[in-house]
């Protein structure tokens, strides 16, 4: 283990024991790359009801249209709302100087119902496959490509599920851009290189790939991931955050393998394209 690594993993473990952490960033959300879906465009509450109603794209009868695709005869429509808006003047008076001065202001006066049809009742010309492959990869990329894991980054599945590694099929899903996810599952495959995973959310396995996402991100400089991950060691070990810290003692000999191969791997692929080996 490099003198690097050891003082990041010393630093991670310090901050836990010490509560001393710094702030938590919250996790960026997935973003389609190009053209937008009109129901991205929704309130929370219109996209909520696609997902009641099963689907993930809805528009207008004329919206299908314009992208060549037809309602279906006999299909249903279903109702979002739209805002109904007017511009109101106000006029403020000042408490001190008694001065008032008006100002235009849009507010929304009520709702009114607008017909869309799901996709599934829509046939024609397929859309474009959705691409959510963030504008810049997170930073040990490459050791993913090195291992031939098919990364593949889409909206959640399911409410608090970020990410997931498939050992058997070599697979990685990523429903958020936050590195430490990334970092997270690359864990879990360099874990598996070294030994064959336990199947499930196997506590000593989680243990062992949130410290090294953590450690990760104090060597990168993404500090975010640090809070968020003592409380998902202590979830896992079934401790007080407090003591954090020592369930990754029972298992930092893992840790510091799992990290070892990432580096080394990620070492190898820079010294590789750096001097044009094959």
């Known amino acids: 283990m490099t003198t690097q690594l050891a003082d990041a993993i010393r630093r991670l473990l310090a901050m836990w024991e010490s509560g001393q952490m710094p702030e938590a960033v919250a996790a960026a959300l997935i973003r389609r790359q190009g053209p937008a879906r009109p129901c991205e465009r929704w309130s929370l509450g219109n996209r909520l009801l696609l997902w009641a109603y099963g689907t993930s794209d809805a528009r207008g009868f004329r919206q299908w249209q314009e992208v060549g695709r037809y309602v279906k005869r006999g299909a249903r429509a279903i109702y979002i709302l739209a805002p109904i808006t007017r511009t109101v003047t106000v006029i403020a008076t000042d408490p001190a100087t008694g001065e008032t001065t008006e100002k235009q202001e849009v507010r929304v006066i009520g709702f009114r119902p607008i017909p869309v049809f799901c996709i599934e009742d829509t046939e024609g010309a397929p859309l474009p496959e959705p691409n959510y492959t963030p504008a810049q990869l997170p930073p040990l990329f490459d050791v993913a ?22 050992p058997g099929q070599n697979r990685m899903g990523l429903h958020t851009y936050d590195p430490g996810t990334f970092w997270h599952e690359l864990a879990h495959a360099a874990h598996h290189r070294i030994r064959s995973l ?81």
């Open 198 to 278: 336990r199947p499930g959310q196997d506590p000593q396995q989680e243990i062992v790939a949130e410290t090294c996402a953590a450690t990760l991100a104090v060597l990168y400089g993404y500090p975010g991931r640090i809070a968020r991950a003592r409380e998902y060691v202590a979830a896992y070990a079934t401790v007080p955050p407090q003591q954090a810290a020592r369930a990754v003692l029972r298992v930092l000999h893992e840790v510091e393998q799992v990290l070892t191969l990432i580096l080394d791997t990620a070492a190898t692929v820079a010294w590789k394209a750096e001097s044009g080996a094959a």
């Open 145 to 166: 490509r090195a291992w031939g894991i098919d990364v593949r980054w889409a909206p959640p599945e399911a409410p608090g599920v970020y990410g997931w590694y498939a």
